[in-house]
């Protein structure tokens, strides 16, 4: 009885974990958004890791930290970056639990979009090493889709 209890808090400490890194993620990436929300650069980019790969919705947008932070720059520099609010973030986490991979759905200026990411933990602390942003399209209106872009 007395190991069964033992196991039991165990698991718990560990669930708790889980729920308290996740509450943690989602403060860091709600934080990532609101400060292109507020054109706050400095904060939007220390949230990045140095690897941070960013894939935009046009075709060509992959940009490194470094490219996305001279392509970002000017936007930050007038107030005006882009908003997007996410709801329905889901975590997944590797088995050593130094690499959390997730998707988000975006409220945007586009509409309704998806964006995924994967966060790293590099000496103790979380940063965003890659983000993907989607504009969702649905399937039975893909054809006037691919027409009008192709005009």
């Given at each position: 009885m007395k190991y069964v209890l033992i196991i039991t808090?165990?698991?718990s400490c560990i669930s708790f974990r889980s729920d308290?890194?996740?509450?943690?993620?989602?403060?860091?990436?709600?934080?990532w958004h609101l400060a292109a929300t507020n054109?706050?650069?400095?904060?939007?980019?220390?949230?990045?890791?140095?690897?941070?790969?960013?894939?935009?919705t046009a075709d060509g947008e992959r940009w490194g930290k470094t490219e996305f932070s001279k392509f970002s720059?000017?936007?930050?520099?007038?107030?005006?970056?882009w908003s997007f609010k996410?709801?329905?973030?889901?975590?997944?986490?590797?088995k050593d639990k130094?690499?959390?991979w997730f998707d988000e759905?975006?409220?945007?200026?586009?509409?309704?979009?998806?964006g995924s990411g994967v966060m790293v933990k590099r000496k103790g602390k979380w940063k965003l090493a890659y983000y993907n942003l989607t504009v969702l399209i649905e399937n039975e209106?893909?054809?006037a889709f691919i027409e009008l872009r192709d005009q």
């Open positions: 808090v165990a698991l308290t890194v996740k509450f943690d993620l989602n403060r860091m990436m709600d934080d054109a706050d650069y400095d904060m939007y980019f220390e949230l990045m890791d140095e690897s941070f790969v960013f894939l935009g720059k000017p936007y930050f520099d007038k107030g005006k970056a996410a709801s329905n973030r889901r975590w997944n986490f590797s130094k690499v959390a759905d975006l409220d945007t200026w586009m509409r309704d979009c998806r209106k893909i054809k």
